[in-house]
């Protein structure tokens, strides 16, 4: 699989599942290890080739990888013993190093951001599913990442929940933000997305144009998917 | 020891800004190391010395330390009913003659029966005082002075079995008697005789009072000293069999054995032995013969008077609510030793189970299989042989250690164990989901364990750990086989002194939950604060 995606674009994956998008999406942060390839995101670099063991120069480089790299997760996989401010603040300060005093304005304006102004104090396990959603792409937001990345970030909501993330997607999409999205749902993909990509067994079948892709599918298996979904 | 005690001074400087709750775990401390229990704490304290009564005077005399099991041990060595940190006994008032006699300091080292031996091997102390006969087993195992008393053993019996009275009518009865004595070898040869082995001779007049024996076979001073005092039981018949009580010492000690063989020998030329003796109303013909000693001296029997008295005197209500009053500073003594034990262990163990934890979840193949072979062989062996290795088996490797660390230390290793597999089960109970977030917000590996995995973990292991900790503070109990008076121990020595199981305890029963309920009453109050952050909303 072969994909350069570009600054502010939003590129939506889709697919049957167990066809790899996941997997392809977590290799990007090296939550993974690919067996080979070469990812590059910003200026680093990080070449993996087959045969070949992961060591520590690699995970180092990883480490530089990921402070580019924020993700979201299908189970948002907040940490339970923490407020909500408490999970936007800790990676900033135990990472970055930064003080409560410094983190704390950006936390909460990314909390307002996201929707969640009065939750701050909260303890996730309270909120509702799609609260918990933003809270995590806040969480992920305050590392200032170049590029988000979201593993089925709806799968697990309500429609009228999943709207709300969707919303908080598309706001952080006007403002330039690059994010590549695992996902199920196609009106959000076709809508919201600059570009598309079907991926089956492990292959980029068919991308681009989302009207194009969806209207005019031109690879017979990626009819076949859209025809099952309707 | 001198370490031990500025660094109690330094700790108490550092604690003068803290909180009270440090001050109060400080004090604690401080307590530990300046009660006499405190002495056991030191390193170089083989053992504790509940009362090493010397004279002013002899201090700066050379030291002769000695040992003896002063539970339950009349009239050997024994602690003094009247006041029960005082110890007496006719082997006490002999160690004492020889000491003076070679200008030395008696020191008295308490050990178990079992231990004494080992105990001498080990240089814990320079001879053993404990009516130890001069079997050829013994004689192999240790070097004996020349004896120093004789005696045949009696025949003990409840009044409605005076017809026990001779060896030959034993036979098909149920008969106890002390282990290792040779009235168990005499019993035991004689095939029709059910033998009862006990190690301490309370229990045995216990069961013969309680009719599980039908008779006792003791040496004279205890069938005398146990028998004597009460109107129930009886002693009957000729003496039968006969042995010799020697001083042990270490192989190869020759001069301080030939030391205080010439001493023994003075003692009984001018009349020393026998005057010591009498007063203990042990003086017999068979003494006579062995020593030559022929004089009759008309000694008064002053010392057994005033045990008989003691004893007679302890009854009543009043008497009794008195004698446990007088009990309740040794128990306080005793429970701050569990206490400090137990919370010493219980850091060993926490911290070392969450390092063998991490380990065995976490770590490289070579490492979790370390981890999995040191939890397997800890849990899978009993904690009394892990003291006992520790305490006596490790001086052999060179690694010599105090009671106090000894005990410290076996029930750290001991407890690692079993908190590392609860703190494995809780890091599993962690979903997989929390690393990976903390992965991809770029912390460390380290980082994502302390900020993000432990803390949830804590809270699924608080409940077995305060159960651990219960645990430990009544295995604790275990290290009393190795000098350290703590609660249980206690508990032997005052039921034992006083012939009284039920209301000692009942005491030193509520002395462990007093220990323990402060404990479970602060981890419910954790419990209480991390829980919070647990509770499930409605649609969960």
């Known amino acids: 699989m072969s994909l350069c995606v570009e600054r502010g674009e939003l590129v939506s994956i889709i697919g049957p599942s167990g066809c790899g998008k996941s997997t392809f999406l977590r290799c990007l942060n090296f939550l993974e290890i690919p067996d080979s ?22 995970e180092r480089r990883a480490h530089a990888l990921r402070a580019h790299v924020g993700m979201v997760f299908q189970s948002f996989n907040l940490f339970a013993h923490r407020t909500v401010l408490d999970n936007v603040m800790v990676a900033p300060r135990s990472v970055k190093g930064l003080s409560q005093p410094e983190v704390e304005p950006l936390a909460r304006a990314l909390l307002a951001k996201v929707g969640l102004e009065g939750m701050a104090d909260r303890y996730p396990s309270t909120l509702s599913g799609g609260q918990q959603q933003r809270a995590a792409i806040a969480r992920a937001l305050a590392m200032k990442p170049a590029v988000m990345l979201y593993d ?41 997305s600059d570009r598309v990509l079907y991926v089956e067994a492990g292959h980029i079948v068919e991308s681009g144009d989302p009207d194009v892709l969806f209207a005019n599918p031109q690879d017979p298996r990626t009819r076949r998917f859209l025809r099952t979904l309707l | 020891m001198t370490f031990r005690l500025s660094a109690g001074a330094a700790a108490r400087q550092r604690a003068s800004g803290l909180v009270p709750r440090a001050v109060f775990a400080l004090s604690l401390v401080v307590l530990c190391l300046f009660s006499p229990v405190g002495a056991v704490a030191a390193p170089d304290a083989a053992a504790p010395a509940p009362s090493a009564s010397a004279p002013s ?60 031996i080992p105990g001498l091997q080990r240089g814990m102390y320079q001879m053993v005082v404990d009516g130890i006969e001069m079997t050829p087993d013994h004689l192999q195992a240790a070097l004996f002075s020349r004896p120093y008393y004789v005696t045949g053993d009696r025949i003990v019996v409840r009044r409605d079995r005076m017809d026990l009275n001779s060896f030959a ?21 004689e095939a029709s005789i059910t033998v009862r082995s006990y190690e301490e001779e309370t229990y045995a007049f216990s069961d013969l ?80 013969e062995m020593t030559g000693d022929h004089v009759q001296r008309d000694v008064k029997p002053d010392e057994w008077l005033r045990y008989r008295n003691a004893m007679r005197a302890q009854t009543g209500w009043l008497g009794q609510l008195k004698r446990y009053i007088g009990f309740l500073p040794d128990i306080g003594e005793a429970a701050i030793l569990t206490l400090v034990v137990s919370a010493l262990s219980m850091v060993i163990a926490v911290s070392l189970g969450l390092a063998l934890a991490l380990g065995r979840h976490y770590g490289p193949g070579w490492l979790r299989w370390i981890t999995g ?29 105090s009671p106090f660390f000894a005990g410290v230390l076996a029930l750290g290793l001991n407890y690692a164990a079993y908190e590392a597999e609860n703190y494995r089960a809780g890091l599993s109970s962690v979903p997989r989901g929390q690393m990976e977030a903390a992965i991809a917000l770029n912390m460390t590996h380290r980082q994502a364990l302390r900020l993000v995995i432990i803390p949830q973990a804590f809270r699924t292991v608080l409940p077995v750990m305060t159960n651990d900790f219960i645990a430990l503070l009544k295995d604790s109990s275990l290290v009393s086989v190795i000098t350290l008076t703590e609660l249980t121990k206690t508990y032997i020595r005052l039921s034992s002194t006083y012939y009284d199981y039920i209301g000692t305890g009942l005491l030193i029963g509520g002395a462990y939950l007093l220990l323990g309920l402060p404990f479970v009453r602060f981890a419910r109050h954790v419990e209480r604060r991390l829980g919070r952050s647990l509770m499930r909303s409605g649609h969960h």
């Open chain 2, 169 to 189: 009518a034993l036979r098909g009865h149920v008969v106890g008697t002390i282990k290792e004595t040779l009235a168990e070898r005499l019993l035991q040869r």
């Open chain 2, 209 to 288: 009072r309680n009719g599980r024996l039908d008779a006792l076979l003791l040496d004279g001073p205890i069938a005398l000293y146990y028998a004597g005092i009460t109107d129930d039981l009886e002693i009957v018949g000729p003496p039968v069999g006969q042995t010799r009580y020697g001083i042990a010492f270490k192989q190869g000690s020759t001069a301080l054995h030939d030391e205080v063989d010439r001493a023994l020998g003075a003692m009984m030329q001018d009349g020393t032995l026998q005057i010591l003796l009498a007063r203990w109303n042990l003086w017999t013909p068979e003494m006579a």
């Open chain 2, 373 to 401: 072979l040191y939890i397997e062989i800890v849990r899978g062996t009993p904690l009394l042989i892990q003291i006992l290795f520790i305490f006596y088996g490790l001086p052999g490797m060179g690694i010599k250690l």
């Open chain 2, 57 to 116: 005077r002899d201090v700066g005399l050379p030291e002769l330390s000695w040992a003896s099991d002063g539970e339950a041990n009349v009239p050997y060595v024994f602690h003094d009913p009247a006041d029960l940190n005082h110890l007496e006994g006719f082997e006490y008032d002999m160690v004492q003659e020889i000491a003076r006699r070679l200008h030395r300091k008696a020191r008295f080292v308490q050990n178990d029966w079992d231990g004494l």
């Open chain 1, 37 to 58: 390839g070469v990812l590059r995101i910003e200026d680093v670099e990080i070449t993996k080739q087959t045969g070949h063991g992961w060591n520590r120069a690699q």
């Open chain 1, 152 to 192: 089925e970030p709806t799968s697990a909501l309500d429609p009228e929940l999943a709207e709300e993330v969707l919303q908080v997607m598309r706001r952080l999409d006007d403002e330039g933000m690059t994010q590549i999205v695992v996902t199920h749902d196609m009106r959000f993909a076709r809508a919201a």
